[in-house]
């Protein structure tokens, strides 16, 4: 059993408003997930259940996604305080094979029309992996 996260790295740095740092967040939970998902070719194995999404079960080999949809879904929050600091973690994740979504926001509500990379979510990974990347980061 793999007991998988989700970490979600915001930039402190822009001052983003609590709704606007959620949604964000949201954006990079969602899109860390259906890339993994398609990756694995695990988007037909979503179901609905009373409790939320799940997968359905497979004779596919358990993974990091398929733990984290089965036993929880653990999202942990932390932070860097520059676009510097949060590609260098999109570079990590991507040296160690780690699918990595990185948000950049059109800019029409905090941004003055700028678009600005806002956070990223990597996949589930195990604990082991996820530490390796973002372990030295503070939470959020």
Known sequence: MYRAKMMIVMRRDLKMRKGK?????GHAAVEAI???????ERLEDLIMT????????TD???????EW?????????????SEEELM????????????????????????HGNPTKTCLAL?????????????DLPLY
């Open 34 to 40: 259906l890339m993994a998902l398609k990756r694995e």
């Open 88 to 111: 260098a973690v999109a570079k990590k994740a991507e040296e160690k094979g780690v699918l990595c979504a990185v948000i950049t926001d059109a800019g029409m509500t905090e941004f």
């Open 69 to 81: 949809f089965e036993y929880g879904c653990a999202k942990i929050c932390v932070y860097v305080d």
């Open 123 to 135: 996949e589930p990974v195990s604990t082991e992996v996820a530490d390796s990347i973002t372990g």
């Open 50 to 57: 009373e409790y939320g999404m799940t997968l359905c079960k």
């Open 21 to 25: 740092i959620a949604a964000q967040a």
């Open 60 to 66: 596919k080999d358990e993974t990091p996604l398929s």
